[in-house]
């Protein structure tokens, strides 16, 4: 079975920092650099926004809300702070 019919976004990836590398969140192991002792607040997700050729790629930088965002079932918003990725080095303000 796909990784997207078993419910993983392929929109979405896990930005490392010290290596620059976009991965799966679902290939990460748990001493993943920026994830394992920094807890889900210092995760810098990569998400694809757009179709078809038209696709930007944003950066997160901080976690503005996270309101039930460890609730299994309901809903569970999360808002980010985002620059694009092309501009993370230095964001436009």
């Known amino acids: 079975?796909?990784?997207?019919?078993?419910?993983?976004?392929?929109?979405?990836?896990?930005?490392?920092?010290?290596?620059?590398?976009?991965?799966?969140?679902?290939?990460?192991?748990?001493?993943?650099?920026?994830?394992?002792?920094?807890?889900?607040?210092?995760?810098h997700w990569v998400i694809d926004v757009g179709q078809g050729e038209k696709v930007e790629k944003y950066v997160t930088v901080a976690v503005i809300s996270a309101i039930r965002s460890a609730e299994v079932c309901g809903r569970a918003t999360v808002v980010y702070e985002v620059v694009k990725f092309s501009e993370k080095e230095n964001p436009k303000k």
């Open 1 to 43: 079975m796909s990784t997207e019919r078993l419910g993983w976004d392929p929109a979405m990836g896990i930005y490392c920092p010290r290596s620059k590398d976009i991965k799966p969140s679902y290939k990460i192991a748990d001493k993943f650099e920026g994830v394992y002792g920094a807890g889900r607040y210092h995760v």
